[in-house]
C-alpha cells in the first residue's frame, strides 16, 4: 500500500481558531498538506466525494493522516453518505485522524459533559499513556484561562486512552478506538495558534497522526545576541523621561563581565556578544589609561561566548561610501585579532541595522547601494535586519512591493537574518529606567508595573521559542549592565523564560542556540523548502518498510524529515534534514543511517 506523505486538514468554514492552528502547526514544521473548507461552494453531494479527494486508485492514499477542525464539520457539513465514505476510507488506509474540538458523547467514547465553557483555573496532567505519546514534555499542561471546553469523562478505558486529564477524572485529550479498528484523537477544549497548551500539544499530535514518520522536522531554538559590547549606550533619565547623551552613559564593567560569564555556565546559555572594538578604544582614551578591565574580563572568559563583528565604531551606514563601510567591518576584525577575540566568520550585524533599508523613517530611507560591494568584499554572507520592519523587495524602490517582517532576504551576496527586537530598551539597565522607558513610548498601555511587562515578553519570547523558528532575539550590552546596582534587566526576563520551559519540557528537549551562520542556513533551508513545496516540486510516500522522497527541481534539495534514523534523537523523535539529489531517494524506516543515499544533517 502506498501512502503519501501528506496531511488532509478539513474545515466547515476556515474561520475556525483550530483550523487556523492546525495550519500555523503543520507550515511551522514544514509539513505538506492540503486544506479544504468543505463549506465553501461544496461539490454535488455524492459517495464518491471523499474517495476522489483521498485515493489515486487501489491501495494508493494520498494522505497519510486526517485533522479535522471541528466536530461540527462532520455534523453539519457531511450528510450521511459522505460520513460513511470518510469512515471507510480510514479503515481501508488505516489512518489516523485528531478531531480537533468535539463535543463530548458516545460516539468519541465520552461522557455527556458535566462542565461546559471558560476552562478558569482548570489543572491539567499527563497520564502515563499522555508521557508516551508526549514524550518532550514533564507531565503538566497548563490551559490558559481564556480557553473554551467541556470536561467530561471517557465510556471505558477499553476504548478510550485519555491523554491530558483534567478535573474530576475528565479526558480533555485522548485516543478513541472505534470498533472498526479506526483510531481518533479527540480533544474537548477549542484552540488558537498562541494559546499555550496549543504550542505544547500540536507537535506530539503530528507525531501521533502521523504515526511518527513524516516530512517535517522541529526544535526549540533560543539564539541570544547582545548588541554594542564596549560601547557606552545612552542612559534613561527617568525624572526628565528622556534618553541622555552625556555622562554617566550605561557601559558594562569588568564585574559585570564576570556575572555575564558566570550566569551563561549556571544556565547553560550562550550569549553571542556584537562587538565594537572602537568602544574600548575609545574608553581608553577617556580614561586616560592603557587597560580597559571589560576587555580583559570578557576575553578571559572567551570561550564561553560566542563572538560577532558590530564594526568598529558602531557607525551610521546609510550614506557611507563602500570603502568605509569596507573600512569598519575589516579595522573591527583586525582589532579583534590583536585582542585574541575569534568573530563569527562570515557575519556581521550593522549598528542601528545601519546600511539597510528604512521604511519607518521619514522619508523612508533606500538601502545604501554601497552596501552589496562592501559586503562582497569582505566576504560577510549573514547581515542581521529587524525582524519587526517590513523591507522593501527593490533596495532602491520604497514605495514598491516588501517583504513582511521577519522575512530572511537577499542583500548583495549576503542573506538578511531577522532578528527580534525585546521590550527591554537600549538605554535602560535597571527596572525603574526600563519601566519609565516603556511607559512613555506606549503611554496608552495597562502595564501598571515591569512584572507586567516582563511576564508579556516572556509570553511573546516563549511563543518564538515554541514556533521551530530559529531567528534570534537581541538586547543590548546596557541590559546585562549595573548588576551591583539592581541593573542587570536581562537576566530577570530570561531567567523567567527559562524556568518556565524547564518546568514544561522534558531534558530531552533542550532549548538549541545556533551560530547566526547556522541561523542563516537554517532560515535559507525552510525558504527552499517551502517554495518547493508550494510549486510541487517535491513530495515523499511510504511503501513498505521504507520512505521515497522524491525531488522534481534539477537541484539539490534540503529536507526536513521525521521518525527515519535521519538526523539525531530530539524530545523523543529522530529527526534532521535530507539532502536530495534530483530524482527519487529511499530511506529505509529503519537503520536509515548505516550508509546508502541518506545523509542526515542535525541543525
Known amino acids: 500500500m502506498r501512502i503519501e506523505l501528506k496531511v488532509l486538514l478539513l474545515a466547515a468554514t476556515g474561520d475556525e481558531p483550530s483550523f487556523r492552528a ?35 486508485g487501489a491501495g494508493h492514499s494520498r494522505f497519510q493522516a486526517l485533522i479535522l477542525a471541528t466536530d461540527a464539520l462532520v455534523d453539519e457539513t457531511l450528510n450521511p453518505a459522505e460520513r460513511d465514505e470518510l469512515e471507510e476510507l480510514a479503515r481501508e488506509f488505516d489512518l489516523r485522524q485528531v478531531s480537533a474540538y468535539v463535543y463530548p458523547s458516545a460516539e468519541h467514547g465520552l461522557q455527556a459533559p458535566f462542565s461546559a465553557g471558560r ?98 522536522y522541529e526544535r526549540n531554538y533560543l539564539p541570544l545576541q547582545i548588541d554594542d559590547v564596549f560601547v557606552a549606550n545612552h542612559s534613561w533619565n527617568v525624572a526628565a523621561h528622556r534618553s541622555e547623551t552625556q555622562p554617566p552613559l550605561i557601559r558594562m564593567t569588568a564585574a559585570d563581565a564576570t556575572h555575564a560569564a558566570n550566569w551563561s555556565r549556571a544556565r547553560g546559555l550562550r550569549l553571542d556578544l556584537a562587538c565594537n572594538g572602537g568602544g574600548s578604544e575609545r574608553y581608553l582614551r577617556e580614561q586616560g589609561t592603557e587597560i580597559d578591565p571589560l576587555l580583559r574580563r570578557l576575553v578571559a572568559d572567551r570561550e564561553t ?211 547566526f551562520s547556522e541561523i542563516g542556513e537554517l532560515l535559507a533551508r525552510h525558504t527552499a523548502w517551502r517554495a518547493a513545496l508550494a510549486s510541487d516540486s517535491v513530495d515523499g510516500y511510504i511503501d513498505g518498510s521504507q520512505v521515497t522522497i522524491v525531488n522534481r527541481t534539477s537541484a539539490s534539495l534540503d529536507a526536513p524529515l521525521s521518525g527515519t534514523e535521519v538526523g539525531a534523537d530530539y524530545g523523543g523523535t529522530r529527526s534532521g534534514w535530507i539532502s536530495l539529489d534530483p530524482g527519487e531517494t529511499v530511506i529505509p524506516l529503519e537503520h536509515a543511517s548505516d550508509g546508502g543515499p541518506a545523509r542526515g544533517v542535525l541543525r
Open 22 to 56: 492546525w495550519e500555523f502547526a503543520l507550515e511551522r514544521e514544514g509539513v505538506p498538506f492540503d486544506a479544504v473548507v468543505l463549506g465553501q461552494k461544496p461539490p454535488p453531494r455524492r459517495a464518491s466525494r471523499f474517495r476522489n479527494l483521498l485515493t489515486a
Open 119 to 216: 476552562l478558569q483555573g482548570v489543572a491539567a496532567r499527563l497520564s502515563p499513556r499522555g508521557r508516551q505519546v508526549f514524550p518532550y514534555l514533564r507531565g503538566t499542561v497548563p490551559i490558559e484561562a481564556d480557553s473554551w471546553g467541556y470536561l467530561a469523562a471517557p465510556l471505558s478505558a477499553e476504548s478510550f486512552d485519555t491523554l491530558v486529564v483534567g478535573p474530576e477524572g475528565s479526558a480533555l485529550l485522548g485516543i478513541h478506538r472505534h470498533p472498526d479498528g479506526r483510531e481518533v484523537m479527540v480533544q474537548t477544549y477549542d484552540s488558537n495558534p498562541g494559546q499555550v497548551q496549543t504550542q505544547l500539544m500540536r507537535h506530539g499530535q503530528l507525531a501521533w497522526v502521523t504515526r511518527g514518520s513524516y516530512l517535517g
Open 305 to 515: 561566548f560566542g563572538w560577532i563583528n558590530h564594526t568598529y565604531d558602531h557607525t551610521d551606514l546609510n550614506d557611507a561610501p563602500s570603502s568605509a563601510i569596507e573600512a569598519q567591518i575589516n579595522h573591527n576584525l583586525s582589532w579583534a585579532q590583536e585582542e585574541g577575540l575569534a568573530f563569527e566568520p562570515g557575519t556581521l550585524v550593522t549598528g542601528a541595522h545601519s546600511g539597510l533599508a528604512d521604511l519607518t523613517a521619514t522619508p523612508a530611507q533606500c538601502e545604501n547601494p554601497e552596501l552589496d560591494a562592501a559586503l562582497e568584499a569582505t566576504g560577510i554572507r549573514y547581515l542581521g535586519c529587524d525582524a519587526s520592519r517590513p523591507y522593501p523587495v527593490d533596495p532602491q524602490a520604497p514605495d514598491g512591493p516588501r517583504w513582511s517582517p521577519g522575512t530572511p532576504f537577499p542583500v548583495g551576496p549576503a542573506l538578511a537574518v531577522p532578528r527580534y527586537p525585546t521590550a527591554l530598551p537600549y538605554d535602560a539597565a535597571t527596572e525603574a529606567q526600563a519601566l519609565d522607558r516603556h511607559r512613555h513610548d506606549a503611554p496608552d498601555s495597562a502595564a501598571d508595573s515591569w512584572q507586567e511587562v516582563l511576564l508579556a515578553e516572556v509570553t511573546r519570547m516563549f511563543g518564538v521559542l515554541m514556533g521551530n523558528d530559529p531567528r534570534p532575539h537581541y538586547f543590548h550590552q546596557s541590559n546585562l549592565a549595573r548588576v551591583k546596582d539592581s541593573g542587570g534587566i536581562f537576566y530577570g526576563l530570561i531567567d523567567s523564560l527559562l524556568d518556565l520551559y524547564r518546568t514544561l519540557f522534558a531534558p530531552s528537549a533542550p532549548v538549541i542556540q545556533p551560530t
